[in-house]
């Protein structure tokens, strides 16, 4: 069931890392303007990053670092899980719904990738 559930994260992971560069503008608009450089950046950045931890996960020998990494991914993205839910707060009530439902869904995606980097 555990390398079911490693392979399960990093097929999440990667088809969020590729929509990170087929559809770029769709995480330009929830990279924090806090952060320095352009969004683009930030967006590709996180891309990289969550096809290089899927690839991690999906290979036994580095499942454990690609578990510890994917924790970190997830939770280093929650600020713009925050912008998104805090710029959207006056649009639909379904663009709503989908911005404050990702908060708390961090939460199991982090419980997720701690899992898989510490089965038991």
């Known amino acids: 069931m555990a390398r079911h559930g490693a392979w399960a994260l990093a097929g999440l992971l990667a088809a969020a890392g590729a929509t990170h ?48 990494a994917a924790t970190a991914l997830f939770v280093a993205v929650f600020p ?22 990702r908060l708390p869904l961090q939460i199991p995606l982090i419980v997720w990738a701690w899992r898989v980097a510490r089965p038991r």
Request: proline fraction near 7%.
């Open 21 to 68: 560069f087929a559809r770029p503008r769709i995480y330009d608009s929830i990279v924090p303007a806090a952060l320095p450089g352009g969004r683009r950046f930030w967006t590709y950045a996180s891309g990289a990053a969550a096809l290089a931890t899927a690839a991690a996960i999906a290979h036994p020998r580095t499942r454990r670092a690609g578990g510890y």
């Open 80 to 101: 713009a899980n925050v912008t998104m839910a805090i710029d959207w707060r006056t649009r639909s009530p379904r663009h709503r719904a989908i911005a404050y439902a």
